[in-house]
């Protein structure tokens, strides 16, 4: 088993920024990748962005330019650094942590609230 823990959500105003981070424990392994997802209400959940063992990253277009994904593979922690917030950025951030194996082994955080007010 893996477990999650997710840090950094809170309220901030439009253009500002934020710094979540996620830490894993468990039956962590080298090859892995790890990111985030996040879920407005009345919305499906949705990538964000991913990080993997070898530093290779994926984002979603709606947050390209805005977001940086980072990883510390000593400290097994993910980092999401999002800047010029916006009230559309409004949902819970999943952390997510998958082992690339030949089968499929993915968990996910609890969750942390970001609020972009306007």
């Known amino acids: 088993q893996v477990q999650l823990v997710e840090s950094g959500g809170g309220l901030v105003q439009t253009g500002g920024s934020l710094r979540l981070s996620c830490a894993a424990s468990?039956?962590?392994?080298?090859?892995?990748?790890m990111g985030w997802y996040r879920q407005a209400p009345g919305k499906q959940r949705e990538l964000v962005a991913t990080i993997n063992h070898i530093g290779t990253t994926v984002y979603s277009e709606s947050v390209k330019g805005r977001f940086t994904i980072s990883g510390d593979n000593a400290k097994n922690t993910v980092y999401l650094e999002a800047t010029s917030l916006e009230p559309e950025d409004t949902a819970v951030y999943y952390c997510?942590?998958?082992?690339?194996?030949?089968?499929?082994?993915?968990?996910w955080g609890k969750g942390t609230l970001v609020t972009v007010s306007s």
């Open positions: 997510y942590y998958k082992k690339l194996l030949f089968y499929i082994e993915e968990y």
């Open positions: 468990g039956t962590i392994i080298r090859t892995h990748l």
